[in-house]
T-cell receptor, first 117, second 112 residues
Framework: GAVVSQHPSRVICKSGTSVKIECRSL??????MFWYRQFPKQSLMLMATSNEGSKATYEQGVEKDKFLINHASLTLSTLTVTSAHPEDSSFYIC?????????????FGPGTRLTVL | AQSVTQPDIHITVSEGASLELRCNYSYGATPYLFWYVQSPGQGLQLLLKYFSGDTLVQGIKGFEAEFKRSQSSFNLRKPSVHWSDAAEYFCAVGLGYSTLTFGKGTMLLVSP
């Protein structure tokens, strides 16, 4: 149980185009989804937290107009990198959590490697 | 502010030798504690977690970790390392409402 998928696993795009990454909870309802970014040889950096049906909460320094997050259902969240540039190339990881307990564990997707040419 | 410290950026261990990866956290209350492993180009895999109860936690792949409240530590151990254990290891601390704070990671290299 508690499986989270991401699609695509890797994507290459041209500078200036937009890229959408999907994150799905396959066997549970995810009240909250998280999006992380990981640069080579670094730790995960939280970009934003999204709750189903609400606007995402972005971490300081993350441009919400550049990284659009939609959490339209309890099993799907999307991250759209708009007008991507080479500096947006990174490994993007999503996670999903349920609600109701004193602490609700995050379950991680396998990640998406974005390369912007 | 809460923080997670993994003091070793990388560690090299001989295959078959024992391993201990250190993790310290700074937080007022007892947090929820996790260890994840990440192979190159892959996502995170949960090795083990501590929420409450027995402070010695068993995980997958022969790993264990011990929560020591007095030292604010949650060190990861394995009695005999295999070459396939070479990877990046992240300690993480869970605070309120599903949030996670990650350490910077420790890269484990396994020598023959």
């Amino acid at each position: 149980g508690a499986v989270v998928s991401q699609h695509p696993s890797r994507v290459i795009c041209k500078s200036g185009t937009s890229v959408k990454i999907e994150c799905r909870s396959l066997d549970f309802q995810a009240t909250t989804m998280f999006w992380y970014r990981q640069f080579p040889k670094q730790s995960l950096m939280l970009m934003a937290t999204s709750n189903e049906g609400s606007k995402a909460t972005y971490e300081q320094g993350v441009e919400k107009d550049k990284f659009l997050i939609n959490h339209a259902s309890l099993t799907l969240s999307t991250l759209t990198v708009t007008s991507a540039h080479p500096e947006d190339s990174s490994f993007y990881i999503c996670s999903a959590a349920t609600s109701g307990g004193p602490y609700n564990e995050q379950f991680f997707g396998p990640g998406t490697r974005l390369t912007v040419l | 502010a809460q923080s997670v410290t993994q003091p070793d950026i990388h560690i090299t261990v001989s295959e078959g030798a024992s391993l201990e990866l250190r993790c310290n956290y700074s937080y007022g209350a007892t947090p929820y504690l996790f260890w994840y492993v990440q192979s190159p180009g892959q996502g995170l895999q949960l090795l083990l977690k501590y929420f409450s109860g027995d402070t010695l936690v068993q995980g997958i792949k022969g790993f264990e970790a011990e929560f020591k409240r007095s030292q604010s530590s949650f060190n990861l151990r394995k009695p005999s390392v295999h070459w396939s254990d070479a990877a990046e290891y992240f300690c993480a601390v869970g605070l309120g409402y599903s949030t996670l704070t990650f350490g910077k990671g420790t890269m484990l290299l396994v020598s023959p």
